[in-house]
């Protein structure tokens, strides 16, 4: 076993209980008289040098081979240089010990190392010589990481010009209102967010990876595409919004380059330039220019709340500033709508795009120290202190500035002046005219530039604005190549990898840079973004709906897998969240919105259809696994009903790629139908099939897959076939999902096969009867193992005596085998994979089995490859009763509504058949016969010890009439289902205890020989499968 017994010695001189560095440190002081040295070992005698020794045996008082609980037992990633460690797997601790140098020896000095902290030695680690010092990659906290990065992109030009605007026509009571609207999607989203960077290690690709290890690479693949280009995009914008401020100030002075639209085209392009730059020169400088662009804007904000409190002069007073005004603050409440856009929803709008840019931060996930810290902090709290700055500037600037004014200081007029109207009357100056004839050009509802005015300086706002274009449109050109590198190495979609190169410590992804530049200054040429615009919008909306729906879908799907250190969410939060983020998609463009939900449902639809071979554990995982579950104990709650009897199958295929032609078959009226099982016996014992069995699961079930059969694959290890398919037959599936068939090929070989095979092969049947069963054999003239047929393919050269014993216990055929032979079985592994054209499924329900032997065949008509096939039934009758007999058969058909409407009555059934048939049948009999010349009972059972598949004169005189309907019947089939797609047959049940093995398949050989078609041999389980009822 896996622990030795430790003489009784001294106690350790360790003072106190253990404590942490007890448990985990090496101090010398502390070093107990048992305390194995360098060369002392866990559970063996032999020097392993375990790196454990020393910590086991301080720990528990004796050596083991089990590893206390540590940090590098769970990671992934090792550091370089670092030697691998993990914890003893199950055979170590379970089976015989047998040191393995390769995987126990690790020196004592790497003790530090395995005390389950991460850094534990890294700093000794550094100073030894002949190691290479690897470059740190810069790494950011959540300040400027995250928060500064966050509150730079939220806030935009939107602040300047648009706020003191949607302030005169909504009033500061409903601004609020939108500005905490907003505020309250984006801080929901904010906690989704939080939730699900903190539920596990967060590696670079932002959003996209949040949202694809999360929902999957379906949605995470088509959002992160989206996500990616709507980023590109947005520098393109925030940059057109930069230069037009330019162009307008050149403007203002006659200085322009060329004219207004080329000045953009130039200035844009120079300035995206310039930004490509500081993002080439590493974050660490692109973190630079942000705070710089930070501190602009603070300043810019300071300069304007200075402003408010000067005392205004008479141009200020002209253009509608009077300072802090308790009138003006109760009159700027209320709404006062103006124009087109003049509505709540309108301004609504209009607003939210400043509220967004939540996902700046996270979007550099891969750069910052601790992303499941800086993540959740630093994005609320920039959440928090932008809302602050919105609802302050809301404010004072309603409590300073009226909505209407002239701007002339010609207006001015004595307090109390008659024919004057409104709030600035009392103030001295007269702005009626211009308000009745609503051609004032300053104010609030008329002036964008109102901060300005407002502010202490007024440079510093246009600096202000320039920092927050330029510090949105660089945190959009750090972010898409960010997010897009993570999308070309997960290789979701095709032609992208190429851009998934990172360079440099921070992996920098210099081709994404480039790709981000191209698309930016194709935008940027076009100089016209405002149609472009409200996509762009509508896809960070669907990012943060997707965000929010991760949340719910996680937290819903009550995995254990979703543990989120961040407790401060709430699943319906999520959910309200995701929803209103989709109406407010509407409410902003909803042509917008159905363009993003249609490239949404698109990349989608790709993404499902290739099946990318990732597992990252995502919640829809979670969600199929509950919904399978629910539905499974939900089904085992419902009675069974006729009308629901579906054809649940396990299929005895071995390796399923040994024999295609019946996994095809049975996948093929089972598919989207019912359960299908693919059964596997492993003959050996157990110690040396169970590794084998756990290596190769995994493969049949790819290759299932790979053909697209809809099968489950289970193996068991038996001392045997028969009690292997016993434990199957037993066990398989779970609770109303359990086979109700079972499905093997027909046994070619009975007659040279071992007796006991034989008899196991046989007894199967009988196991399948006994526990309810239906039963279904497949014969097909080449046979259904094509082993032989792969092994030529992997080995053409061997000789015979080289290859391995197949799954029959003959060996494999040679690489020299005939060549037509092995075409023979290629083509018919694939027989039921080709359209079957317009032949002929022929049905011989010659005993009424309850109706399996008519519903198999109906279900496979109804696929497409089958659908143009003509389907017969055949069935016995008299010749002086035929008529009848086809009516009550076409009458019962019908009622089964199954529309077979071609029957055929066999009146010469019980005809002799020919005697060289006859002969053929007792000459297969004869090598399996007792001759015992009719002696009693029990002589005839001593004789038969040891053999009990022989066959007794007796019994063959007792079966000689139904031998003899199998002869015939196999005359029958010749004659009518020569050139059939399918038969369909139902056959012979020999009696347990009574009909010996030799004697039964004797029938089902005659009865099936020589038939070019694949020939089924269905009997059901005696219990109805059809019903013509509605209840």
């Known amino acids: 076993m896996a622990e030795l017994s430790i003489p009784d010695l001294p106690p350790a001189r360790c003072s106190g209980r253990f404590t942490i560095s007890t448990l985990l440190g090496v101090e010398e ?47 992934n990633s090792k550091g370089v240089g670092d030697p ?59 300040v400027k990481g995250v928060m500064i990065r966050c509150m730079l992109n939220i806030w935009g030009v939107i602040l300047y010009l648009r706020l003191p605007w949607i302030t005169a026509q909504a009033g500061i009571a409903l601004t609020w209102l939108i500005i905490l609207m907003s505020v309250t999607v984006t801080t929901i989203t904010g906690l989704s967010i939080s939730a699900i960077s903190t539920n596990g290690k967060v590696k670079s690709g932002g959003t996209y990876f949040l949202i694809s290890r999360s929902l999957g690479p379906e949605l995470g693949g088509s959002i992160g595409l989206i996500f990616a280009f709507a980023n590109a995009v947005a520098v393109a914008m925030h940059t057109v919004g930069f230069a037009e401020t330019v162009r307008d100030l050149l403007q203002e002075h006659n200085s322009l380059i060329v004219d207004p639209t080329n000045d953009i085209r130039i200035i844009g392009v120079i300035t995206v330039t310039v930004l490509l730059g500081i993002s080439l020169a590493g974050m660490e400088w692109e973190a630079k220019a942000q705070i710089l662009f930070f501190l602009v804007i603070l300043v810019s904000f300071i300069n304007y709340l200075v402003g408010t409190v000067i005392p205004a002069t008479a141009e200020k007073q002209a253009k509608g500033f009077f300072s802090y005004r308790a009138d003006i603050f109760a009159q700027n409440l209320v709404p006062n709508w103006r124009g087109p856009e003049g509505s709540f929803f309108g301004l609504f709008s209009i607003f939210f795009p400043s509220a967004t840019g939540i996902l700046a931060g996270a979007n550099i996930s891969g750069d910052l120290k601790d ?19 919105y609802l302050v500037l809301s404010a004072t600037i309603g409590a300073c500035v009226v909505r209407d004014a002239s701007g002339s200081l010609n207006d001015s007029v004595a307090v109390g002046s008659p024919g004057c109207e409104g709030l600035a009357c009392s103030f001295g100056w007269n702005f009626t005219a211009c308000t009745q004839q609503q051609s004032c050009r300053y104010g609030l509802s008329n002036y964008y530039q109102s901060m300005s005015m407002v502010s202490g300086f007024g440079p510093l706002i246009t600096a202000g604005i320039f920092g927050a274009t330029l510090s949105s449109a660089l945190a959009c050109l750090v972010s898409a190549p960010k997010v897009f590198q993570c999308l070309c190495k997960d290789q979701l979609y095709p032609l992208i990898g190429f851009f998934g190169k990172g360079y440099g410590r921070n992996s920098e992804p ?6 981000t530049y191209v698309i930016a200054i194709g935008f940027i040429l076009i100089a016209e973004l405002n149609a472009i615009a409200p996509i762009i919008s509508n896809f960070f909306l669907c990012s943060y709906a997707l965000i929010n729906f991760s949340c719910f879908h996680a937290s819903v799907t009550n995995s254990p897998g979703w543990r989120p250190s961040f407790r401060y969410y709430s699943k319906w939060a999520a959910l309200f969240g995701a929803a209103v983020s989709v109406v407010i998609m509407f409410l902003l463009t909803w042509w917008a919105a159905l363009i993003a939900f249609g490239i949404v449902i698109f990349l989608l639809g790709y993404v499902l259809y290739k099946k990318p071979d990732v597992n990252w554990g995502s919640s829809m995982q979670a969600s199929s696994y509950n919904m399978a579950l629910n539905y499974s104990v939900g089904l085992s709650e419902v009675d069974e009903h006729i009308k629901n009897y579906r054809p649940q199958c396990l299929v005895l295929t071995g390796p399923p790629n040994f024999r295609p032609a019946l996994v095809d078959f049975v996948g093929t009226f089972t598919k989207n139908l019912s359960l299908m099982l693919c059964g596997n016996v492993l003959i050996g014992p157990r110690k040396q099939k169970m590794p084998e069995s756990r290596l190769m699961a995994d493969g049949h079930t790819k290759w299932l897959m790979k053909r697209k059969i809809k099968a489950f694959y289970t193996d068991v290890v038996a001392e045997d076939l028969r009690s292997g398919v016993q434990m199957l037959i037993q066990a398989a599936g779970l609770g109303k999902m359990r086979p109700n068939i079972l499905v093997l090929g027909y046994k070619r070989n009975w007659r040279t096969a071992s007796p006991q095979s034989l008899e196991d092969y046989v007894g199967i049947l009988h196991d399948a009867f006994d526990f309810k069963y239906g039963v279904c054999l497949m014969r097909m003239k080449e046979g259904l193992n094509v082993s032989r047929v792969l092994q030529a393919h992997v080995n053409s050269t061997f000789e015979a005596a080289e290859h391995p014993k197949n799954g029959t216990g003959s060996k494999a055929a040679p690489g020299t085998a005939d060549p037509t032979a092995l075409a023979s079985e290629q ?42 096939c003509k389907i017969r039934v055949f069935v016995g009758g008299q010749i002086n009763r035929m008529d009848e007999e086809r009516k009550a058969i076409v009458s019962l058909l019908s009622k089964f509504r199954l529309g077979f409407h071609e029957v055929h009555i066999l009146p010469d059934i019980n005809q002799k058949p020919r005697p060289e048939h006859i002969k053929r049948f007792d000459e297969l009999i004869a090598p399996f016969r007792l001759n015992d010349g009719f002696k009693d009972e029990a002589t005839v059972n001593e004789m038969r010890q040891g053999c009990p598949w022989k066959i007794s004169d007796e019994e063959v005189d007792k079966n000689r009439a139904k031998s003899l309907r199998q002869v015939r019947l196999n005359e029958i089939l010749l004659d009518y289902s020569r050139d059939a797609a399918l038969i369909a047959i139902t056959p012979p049940i020999g009696r347990k205890g009574r009909c010996p093995s030799s004697l039964y398949m004797a029938w089902l050989e005659t009865l099936s020989q020589d038939l070019r078609p694949p020939v089924i041999l269905t009997r059901g389980n005696q219990e109805n499968v059809l019903t013509f009822y509605c209840q």
């Open 510 to 515: 210099i081709r994404g840079y480039m790709l």
């Open 29 to 75: 002081g502390c070093r107990g008289p048992y305390t194995p040295t360098e060369g002392s070992s866990c559970d063996s005698v032999q020097p392993t040098h375990l790196s454990s020794s020393t910590l086991c045996t301080r720990t528990f008082g004796y050596n083991t081979v089990d590893e206390v609980p540590a940090y590098d037992h769970y990671a």
């Open 827 to 868: 083509q018919a592994s694939t027989i039921f994979q080709s359209k079957q054209g317009k032949k002929t499924i022929d049905i011989y329900w010659l005993f009424d089995d309850g109706g399996l032997t008519l519903l198999i065949p109906y279900l496979l008509g109804r696929k497409k490859r089958w659908g143009k």
């Open 84 to 142: 691998r460690k993990g914890r003893p797997s199950l055979a170590d601790l379970h089976s015989i010990l047998k040191p393995d140098p390769g995987r126990l020896h690790t020196p004592v000095s790497d003790l530090q190392q395995s005390n389950g902290l991460p850094e534990a030695g890294l700093e000794e680690a550094e100073g030894e010589p002949g190691r290479d010092s690897v470059p740190e990659p810069v790494r950011f906290g959540w």
């Open 371 to 389: 992303p499941a810290v800086a993540i959740p902090k630093g994005t609320l709290m920039a959440i928090f202190w932008t809302t602050v700055s």
